[in-house]
């Protein structure tokens, strides 16, 4: 199909016409753009990160306040309209802790993936250009760390912190999850090194770290645009299983994976769906609309699914 | 092929020997030790331990000693097939693995058989209707069924299906009590599986669909299914036996992958339907430090996933003969 409107917009051109050939960036939001559910998906993220900066002006109870009179003998209060998600067993307000929960899940969303390109897209194209042993070597580090079962691992690591933060959180799991991207990456090196501006690059007695990261590294971002945008969901559900089992975020910290944690004892004894209830359905909303937007990125960047 | 299988099993040696050093590692790191849990143990039941206690039990389980000197015990041991002694439970590692391995294995496997039984099909028909209404419907359950989080669900389920309505057992493997007779105890144990199944499945069939998808629609327009089609061939046969035999060459080296996702998957099932298996036991283990047995399971489930690597590279090469390995 592009290639059609090209061919208009070049014929029209050739006539004098006024009509400007589409940008490569103006390509990129009309493909984006066709997908609505990744659309619609950013527009809700944007909201979530508008509440997770606001959070501390917007919540409308002390997320941290308990309050007995509301939970009558521990019994945590039904959704009304003072209290729309209801409270937990020591009367704090749900939605207030749901509020502030997001900045746990986004931070960890972002720093963990943030880590994990860095270090597998730097440790991929050294392999990917290098070769031989430096490659050898990275890649058996990759098989080493591929053989650990990753949740097992990640509780392992977790255990030797007391309160573990976000971002300490966000760490481990990035350091841990640098392996795929560093496959990815390097797979497109080792293509992209026998090309002929690589090798012009060379020739011109451009340094490795120069010809690596300024002449080969753009030409594979595509692919590592759209490995973070899937990877962010991903950090985001194992962050919330850990809390959820204890091992992440401690209480009275509010996160949306131990304030499932609470949920599963309050369930089953006080049948109080509602403190199960919202924390899932948002981690879902979220790690979903990621999903969507990567989707739609890819199919935006990936020049191989442009026809279909 | 022989010399290659070969040299990866030995290969999975220094590799095992690295996963299992981090291991250690990283556990001695870690604030508190097997005698602090067992001291609040005795502090819940109203002994008291003293501090020579202490000191004695951690001579005993040789916690004063240097890590590596620790360490090196620990691996002569394993090399004798002896994983020590569960500090929370004092039983053998091994016989308490034994117990519990099976009853992964099964949840895994039930999950798994149903996931390939779904996910299959659906994959196919979304990918020979693609753009249909079918395909867009199945599509979303896709993104729905790899967003929503397994224990969110598992919590879900429970609730609705168990501790309001009381259709499931609310946990557990068994009924404490069951009648009489082979179908009292086979309708109860089905019972206790259903929610489990479904709380993993729902995120393999999805992923698993996907994969299917994106293969056959690879596969759809190559020379041979048309050949196939002009051949005359009815489209239920060009569909089953061409195109989707070939299909299966990229998906199947996911099998492996699939079951790492199982096995986490029942972590954390198993604790929310205290499932008496291998992830819970990972858990409890974990919070309590008995590393002995942490040790155990993660030596175990790092070879599993070696071998389930290895055996999706052999089987790539077995359905695909043009794959040759060097």
């Given at each position: ?308 | ?115 390939l039984l779904i996910a299959i099909p659906l994959g196919i028909i979304s990918a020979v209707k ?110 089953l036996k061409h195109a989707w035999r070939n299909s299966l060459i990229p998906i199947i080296t ?73």
């Amino acid at each position: 199909m592009s290639v059609e409107v090209q061919r208009a917009d070049l014929a029209n051109w050739e006539r004098g016409s006024t009509t400007t050939v589409a940008s490569p960036r103006t390509l990129f939001w009309r493909r984006f753009r066709r997908h609505r559910l990744a659309f619609a998906s950013g527009i809700f993220l944007a909201l979530l990160f508008a509440v997770a900066i606001l959070a501390p002006w917007i919540t409308p109870y002390d997320p941290d306040a308990t309050n007995l009179t509301l939970a009558k003998f521990g019994r945590p209060a039904g959704p009304s309209i003072e209290h729309p998600m209801g409270t937990d067993q020591l009367g704090r307000d749900w939605m207030s802790r749901l509020i502030v929960g997001s900045r746990v899940s986004l931070t960890v969303g972002f720093l963990a993936t943030g880590v994990a390109i860095g270090v597998g897209t730097v440790l991929g194209a050294v392999a990917g250009y290098a070769g031989r042993w430096t490659d050898m070597l990275i890649m058996r580090l990759a098989d080493m760390l591929l053989a650990f079962p990753p949740l097992l691992f990640l509780m392992g690591m977790l255990v030797g912190f007391k309160r573990p933060s976000a971002t300490v959180i966000a760490i481990i799991i990035g350091v841990i999850g640098w392996m795929n991207v560093s496959r990815l990456v390097r797979g497109e090196f080792l293509t992209l090194r026998t090309r002929d501006f690589a090798i012009a690059a060379r020739a011109i007695g451009a340094s490795k770290p120069s010809i690596i990261f300024r002449h080969l590294l753009p030409n594979a971002i595509s692919p590592i645009i759209v490995a973070a945008t899937l990877s962010i969901p991903a950090a985001i559900l194992t962050e919330s299983t850990l809390s959820f089992l204890g091992f992440g975020i401690q209480p009275p910290t509010a996160s949306w994976g131990n304030m499932l944690q609470i949920a599963f004892v309050q369930m089953r004894d006080n049948q109080a769906w509602w403190i199960g209830f919202y924390p899932g359905l948002f981690i879902a909303l979220t790690v979903l609309a990621f999903n969507f937007v990567g989707d739609g990125l890819r199919d935006a960047l990936d020049p191989r699914a442009w026809g279909r | 092929m022989t010399a290659y299988i070969v040299r990866r099993l030995l290969w999975m040696l220094p590799l095992l020997l690295g996963v299992s050093i981090i291991c250690f590692a990283m556990l001695k790191r870690a604030p508190g030790d097997p005698v602090g849990a067992m001291l609040a143990e005795s502090r819940d039941s109203g002994k008291t331990m003293t501090l020579a206690d202490r000191e004695r039990l951690r001579e005993q389980l040789g916690l004063n000693r240097p890590v590596y000197l620790q360490y090196i015990d620990w691996l002569k041991l394993v090399a004798r097939g002896d994983f020590g002694t569960s500090t929370r439970m004092n039983q053998p590692v091994s016989t308490i693995i034994r117990q519990r391995l099976p009853n992964t294995m099964k949840l895994a496997g039930v999950s798994l058989l149903l996931t390939l039984l779904i996910a299959i099909p659906l994959g196919i028909i979304s990918a020979v209707k693609q753009y249909s209404l079918i395909d867009y419907l199945l599509t979303t359950f896709n993104f729905v069924g790899i967003s929503i989080p397994q224990f969110w669900l598992g919590l879900m389920l429970l609730y609705f299906l168990s501790v309001k309505i009381g259709w499931f057992p609310v946990n557990g493997m068994h009924s404490a009590y069951v009648g009489p007779g082979f179908w009292a105890h086979f309708k109860d144990s089905a019972l206790h599986y259903v929610l489990p199944v479904i709380s993993i499945t729902l995120a393999g069939v999805a992923g698993y669909m996907r994969y299917q998808r994106a293969s056959m629609l690879e596969v759809m327009p190559q020379d041979y299914v048309r050949t196939a089609r002009a051949k005359g061939l009815t489209e239920r046969v060009v569909i089953l036996k061409h195109a989707w035999r070939n299909s299966l060459i990229p998906i199947i080296t996911l099998l492996g992958y699939v079951l790492v996702i199982m096995v986490e998957g029942s972590v954390v099932v198993e604790n929310i339907f205290s499932w008496p298996g291998m992830g819970q036991l990972a858990v409890a283990s974990l919070t309590q430090r008995d590393y002995p047995t942490v040790m155990a399971i993660v030596l175990l489930s790092a070879t599993l996933i070696l071998i389930g690597t290895l055996l999706s590279d052999i089987l790539y090469a077995v359905v695909d003969p043009r794959v040759r390995f060097d």
